[in-house]
């Protein structure tokens, strides 16, 4: 039998636990965990995993620099094999690797561990519970993510709580982990940074609603290595490579009030729909520069104009645009800059247009001549904006038109 040692927490355990199936069907051998006594209520979600606990090992382990220097960490029977991304005797974070586009934490232990690349990860048996209308449970810290805002969970809090919500902050809770897992399983709605016990939420498919928001570390320090900016490492797509239904929002420091009405006044506090569990569906596209800040100046717009309802149901993909434009703006000229508040600006005289326009045409009125012709020279204009743009960025191929002029 091999000994699969976990020196990691949370979010570690649930993965090797997922891909233990997978792991004995691709080598054809027995394996068992080796988890802390406190992590064992994870293992004990997936029916048929088998583990012991190793706490005094996993300690030698994770505090002998030398043992971790010296030792031949190999998949082998009747030997440990110490399953974590910076093992190793190069010393180099494997795990730096999951900041990029398309490549996960699941994808990594998949190759730590040796198995397939699409090995699926098992389903956990999430605790038997009623979802109590109104429960929300606020997890505030994370082991693996820095906690800069402790007063926006406090403020996060207290509005949940005016606004109706029964309230349990985590951290005077005084749950184990077993006891957290269970009172998510029972909640409406729970709210908390990237860490382990959301992913477990997410991947697992609890039935509660979830919202994501981590602190900002943009720019952070080599004391964080995992990133060096917030996104995409902390959107749930990170954890398993898949998305879900969720919210996400980066913390940020002076913002910390806008950020509570926002989640206050969000999808999941709204009640928009109901919430699905499963995996959502989307497609990742090539775009030119011109498609995307085209895309990105509408949802900004939207964002400025619609009411707080319509506002919640497009913020999720207004931040996940507008955190792809900080990267672009590494590219940005002054022109692009130029041509893309110019395009923002048609953006906002469309809407108008628009929002008059549409109501007269329903109700059979139907559109003036000048509205007519305001509207042609917007949408000319518009795809000029994006030509001019995917020019000055040296876009690969521009949009085309086959009822304008070109030049």
């Not at 109590?132 to 403020?155: M, T, Y």
């Not at 009030?257 to 926002?262: K, P």
């Not at 964002?303 to 645009?321: D, L, N, S, T």
């Amino acid at each position: 039998m091999i000994n699969l040692v976990i020196l990691g927490g949370t979010g570690d355990v649930y993965m090797l636990s997922a891909l233990l199936g997978a792991f004995k069907e691709a080598h054809g051998r027995d394996a068992q965990l080796v988890v802390r006594q406190r992590y064992a209520c994870i293992a004990d979600l997936f029916p048929g995993v088998q583990y012991r606990l190793g706490d005094a090992e996993i300690d030698e382990a994770e505090r002998n620099p030398a043992m971790q220097r010296d030792y031949d960490n190999v998949l082998a029977d009747g030997r440990n094999f110490y399953a974590h991304p910076s093992f190793f005797r190069t010393n180099v974070r494997i795990d730096n690797l999951t900041t990029k586009q398309d490549v996960s934490q699941a994808d990594m232990y998949r190759v730590l561990l040796r198995i397939p690349w699409g090995a699926p990860l098992a389903l956990p048996k999430i605790p038997e519970a009623t979802t109590k209308p109104g429960k929300a449970v606020v997890i505030p810290d994370a082991r693996s993510w820095p906690n800069l805002h402790h007063e926006f969970w406090d403020r996060l809090c207290a509005r949940l709580s005016g606004d109706g919500w029964s309230v349990t902050n985590n951290n005077a809770s005084g749950w184990t982990l077993q006891q957290l897992l269970q009172a998510c399983a029972e909640a409406e709605w729970v709210v908390g940074p990237q860490c382990g016990v959301m992913s477990i939420l997410v991947t697992g498919r609890f039935p509660c609603r979830k919202t994501l928001a981590s602190s900002n570390i943009d720019n952070a320090p080599a004391i964080y290595p995992f990133s060096t900016h917030t996104f995409p490492y902390a959107y749930v797509t990170k954890f398993s490579n898949q998305d879900y239904d969720v919210e996400e929002f980066k913390i940020v420091g002076g913002q910390e009030d806008e950020l509570v009405d926002i989640i206050a006044r969000g999808q999941n506090a709204l009640r928009l729909w109901p919430h699905n569990p499963d995996p959502v569906v989307s497609i990742n596209v090539p775009l030119t520069p011109g498609d995307f800040l085209d895309r990105l100046a509408v949802l900004t717009v939207k964002r400025e104009r619609f009411p707080a309802e319509k506002r919640a149901a497009i913020e999720r993909e207004y931040q996940r645009h507008n955190e792809l434009y900080v990267r672009l703006r590494a590219h940005m000229t002054p022109e692009a800059d130029d041509l893309v508040s110019r395009l923002a600006d048609l953006h906002r005289k469309n809407f108008d247009l628009l929002e008059r326009m549409v109501p007269e045409a329903l109700g059979g009125g139907g559109m003036t001549p000048e509205d007519h012709v305001e509207a042609v020279r917007n949408n000319k204009a518009r795809v000029e904006l994006k030509q001019a743009i995917d020019a000055a960025l040296h876009a690969p191929y521009t949009e085309s038109k086959s009822y304008f002029p070109e030049g």
